[in-house]
T-cell receptor
Framework: DGGITQSPKYLFRKEGQNVTLSCEQN?????MYWYRQDPGQGLRLIYY???????QKGDIAEGYSVSREKKESFPLTVTSAQKNPTAFYLC??????????????FGPGTRLTVL | GQSLEQPSEVTAVEGAIVQINCTYQ??????LSWYQQHDGGAPTFLSY??LDGLEETGRFSSFLSRSDSYGYLLLQELQMKDSASYFC?????????????WGAGTKLIIKP
């Protein structure tokens, strides 16, 4: 079955620690995205990548970092510089965002809690 | 600035029809999308409108008026499983960025 997987589902972090969230897709999609969702709010874009070895900052990139070494993988690191990291993190992918609209497919999300 | 406005909450009765509105103000516009998200789950795509008019997909329909910067999602024959949050999102073609700008979501509460 094709899809997007995120791990772990729940993650607890102590203040001052970096943590990496995994996102893998086997849909052969070119574009991948990381969103943050806070309770009762919409999705805010953290980073996105349209091709391997290239990525762009979204609206709230400060305190986060990403890599795109493989088409299938787009891990997100939440660094200690992110002041309020407790949130629900969603990874998504789409076929090709440039030529025409393509729906975004989402993973199940990772709920990060800072203790 | 760029913004999308949608009601925070809508309540309806099972079997009824409900309309969720979305007005947008963006520098670029490629189209309006709708996504559904159940509590704790991932958003799933419902519809996309690039041109004015109504698009129908089963019990769900979506409408767009570009001149009014307005769209809506229409849900018919409501079922309890339709209880979820619904997000409108605009594809913004400003510069070379092809991002989606998301509304804050409308929580649909369905009563038996």
């Amino acid at each position: 079955d094709g899809g997007i997987t995120q791990s772990p589902k729940y993650l607890f972090r102590k203040e001052g620690q970096n943590v990496t969230l995994s996102c893998e897709q086997n849909l052969n999609h070119d574009a991948m995205y990381w969103y943050r969702q806070d309770p009762g709010q919409g999705l805010r874009l953290i980073y996105y990548s349209q091709i391997v070895n290239d990525f762009q900052k979204g609206d709230i990139a400060e305190g986060y970092s990403v890599s795109r070494e493989k088409k299938e993988s787009f891990p997100l690191t939440v660094t200690s510089a992110q002041k309020n990291p407790t949130a629900f993190y969603l990874c998504a992918s789409s076929i090709d965002p440039v030529t025409t609209y393509n729906e975004q497919f989402f993973g199940p999300g990772t709920r990060l809690t800072v203790l | 600035g760029q913004s999308l406005e949608q009601p925070s909450e809508v309540t309806a009765v099972e079997g009824a029809i409900v309309q969720i509105n979305c007005t947008y103000q963006t520098s670029g516009f490629y189209g309006l999308s709708w996504y559904q998200q159940h509590d704790g789950g991932a958003p799933t795509f419902l519809s996309y409108n690039a041109l004015d008019g109504l698009e129908e997909t089963g019990r769900f329909s979506s409408f767009l008026s570009r001149s009014d910067s307005y769209g809506y999602l229409l849900l018919q024959e409501l079922q309890m499983k339709d209880s979820a949050s619904y997000f409108c999102a605009v594809r913004d073609n400003e510069g070379s960025n092809y991002q989606l700008i998301w509304g804050a979501g409308t929580k649909l509460i369905i009563k038996p």
